[in-house]
């Protein structure tokens, strides 16, 4: 039991760790398909924009494109919300000026320590980063994303 559960804890950090990533790659993919076919809009100011509408048919389009599912594409996931998922709480912000967003980041941290030891942060260069330490409070912004180290 000793040798057994630190191994099952960190195997269980790993796997959350990665479908941490996976999201992440997720939202990026979102996003550029999101900005190229909105381009008037620029990105999508928040996960519930990437969603599908919740009654079926869009009522507009842009404000629920359908790119993600609905574990983050809903209301309660709107800018500035922690939506959580396999052990971390994500959220996505956009740069936005005059209704055109030319910037974004998505960021997953840890909802504890005994759920992952890194946050994860991506923008719209597409590269994801990571930082070590306990989970973050508040969302990072661009530039403190761009200043965390690029996963390998």
Known sequence: AAIAIPNILRAR???????????IRTVNVSQMTYATTYPQRGFAPDFASLGAYSRGT???PAGHAGLIDNTF???????????????FRFALSAVCKQQRCNDFVVLATPESSNTGERSFCSTSDG??????????????????????RPLQ
């Open 127 to 148: 590269v994801i980063r990571f930082t070590t330490g306990v989970p973050l409070a508040t969302p990072a912004g661009v530039a403190e994303c761009r200043s965390w």
């Open 73 to 87: 594409g809903n209301a309660t996931c709107s800018a500035g919300m922690w939506c959580s998922k396999s052990g």
């Open 13 to 23: 950090i790993a796997a959350n760790e990665a479908t941490a990533v996976a999201t």
């Open 58 to 60: 869009p009522a507009e």
